[in-house]
């Protein structure tokens, strides 16, 4: 009615002048067919946020870890997105999304996808190792005492993805667990297993663990270590997918929780202030007192000559 057939905002809006809005790359995991665009033999980071906020944390996650990959990986990284066409239609623009979203090469580099999961967002990664870019993030806004994030919590790297069955899980762990335990000139190691399953009633927890820690240490002297482990293997099962990722420094870097690093900094920052003002407390105490043992000097000496 009318003849007005304009879309009313999201995606397909029109800008002033006629001129079609761009698509936010950021927001794309949503339109994704069937909700659901993960894929096995994916990788990158699994980021968790507060409820509602899943978007704003995909673009911002996006930001952080390309700053991060090209300080990590220099000029060779370059993560620019390919110039896109004005007159492209959104369902262009959405197919072109979806098959940028499943290349192994080329592309964007970081692209959030939905895990149909409230508070879990995925970042589909290219051409990096998700393990070291995480430990590298964190370990320096560690060192920093910055936050950098206001919607993203926890950053989990995630090696690979694989169906969700225990054949396919075992095919992915052999591959992810190679630079880890099986390496060609391999030492004993301690590991520890975290596994999360939502979503899915056909993975059982226990039957996981044992699994992955049977393949873990297949054929070598590693031992499971629940104190202390060097490496950490994540075990995220979210309906029809599993993720995984090896990691380390696991507590040092409070559980790869960006909140918790920066309130640990906060804490220790305060604790660095008040003990510098007991050191000038107690030098000014230190002064106070040789002031006065030097005023009595001269009235013990008057004293003994008397």
């Given at each position: 009615?009318?003849?007005?057939?304009?879309?009313?905002?999201?995606?397909?809006?029109?800008?002033?002048?006629?001129?079609?809005?761009?698509?936010?790359?950021?927001?794309?995991?949503?339109?994704?067919?069937?909700?659901?665009?993960?894929?096995?033999?994916?990788?990158?980071?699994?980021?968790?946020?507060?409820?509602?906020?899943?978007?704003?944390?995909?673009?911002?996650?996006?930001?952080?870890?390309?700053?991060?990959?090209?300080?990590?990986?220099?000029?060779?990284?370059?993560?620019?997105?390919?110039?896109?066409?004005?007159?492209?239609?959104?369902?262009?623009?959405?197919?072109?999304?979806?098959?940028?979203?499943?290349?192994?090469?080329?592309?964007?580099?970081?692209?959030?996808?939905?895990?149909?999961?409230?508070?879990?967002?995925?970042?589909?990664?290219?051409?990096?190792?998700?393990?070291?870019?995480?430990?590298?993030?964190?370990?320096?806004?560690?060192?920093?005492?910055?936050?950098?994030?206001?919607?993203?919590?926890?950053?989990?790297?995630?090696?690979?993805?694989?169906?969700?069955?225990?054949?396919?899980?075992?095919?992915?762990?052999?591959?992810?667990?190679?630079?880890?335990?099986?390496?060609?000139?391999?030492?004993?190691?301690?590991?520890?297993?975290?596994?999360?399953?939502?979503?899915?009633?056909?993975?059982?927890?226990?039957?996981?663990?044992?699994?992955?820690?049977?393949?873990?240490?297949?054929?070598?002297?590693?031992?499971?270590?629940?104190?202390?482990?060097?490496?950490?293997?994540?075990?995220?099962?979210?309906?029809?997918?599993?993720?995984?990722?090896v990691v380390r420094d696991y507590e040092k870097l409070k559980k790869y929780n960006i909140?918790?690093?920066?309130?640990?900094?906060?804490?220790?920052?305060?604790?660095?202030?008040?003990?510098?003002?007991?050191?000038?407390?107690?030098?000014?105490?230190?002064?106070?007192?040789?002031?006065?043992?030097?005023?009595?000097?001269?009235?013990?000496?008057?004293?003994?000559?008397?």
């Open positions: 009615m009318g003849g007005n057939n304009k879309r009313k905002g999201g995606v397909g809006a029109q800008e002033k002048g006629g001129k079609k809005a761009k698509v936010d790359i950021h927001k794309i995991g949503k339109y994704l067919p069937g909700g659901f665009p993960i894929d096995p033999k994916m990788k990158g980071v699994m980021v968790t946020c507060a409820r509602g906020r899943e978007t704003q944390a995909g673009k911002e996650a996006c930001d952080l870890l390309s700053e991060y990959a090209q300080k990590l990986y220099g000029d060779d990284f370059n993560d620019e997105p390919a110039e896109q066409d004005e007159d492209e239609s959104i369902e262009d623009a959405i197919a072109r999304e979806v098959a940028q979203a499943k290349k192994t090469k080329g592309g964007k580099k970081f692209l959030p996808l939905s895990t149909g999961t409230d508070c879990v967002i995925f970042i589909r990664a290219m051409e990096i190792e998700p393990s070291k870019l995480c430990h590298f993030v964190l370990s320096d806004l560690q060192k920093s005492g910055s936050k950098r994030t206001r919607y993203c919590m926890r950053f989990i790297p995630v090696d690979e993805t694989s169906y969700a069955n225990m054949d396919d899980i075992e095919t992915m762990s052999e591959r992810v667990f190679k630079p880890y335990f099986h390496a060609e000139d391999q030492k004993p190691t301690t590991f520890k297993i975290i596994p999360k399953i939502r979503h899915n009633d056909k993975v059982e927890r226990d039957a996981l663990l044992k699994k992955l820690a049977g393949m873990a240490g297949q054929g070598q002297s590693h031992t499971v270590s629940m104190d202390d482990p060097e490496y950490i293997i994540l075990a995220e099962v979210i309906k029809s997918i599993c993720f995984m990722g909140q918790s690093i920066f309130e640990a900094a906060q804490k220790s920052d305060a604790n660095e202030d008040a003990s510098k003002g007991d050191d000038v407390k107690k030098d000014d105490d230190e002064k106070k007192e040789e002031a006065t043992t030097s005023e009595a000097a001269p009235e013990e000496e008057t004293a003994s000559a008397t």
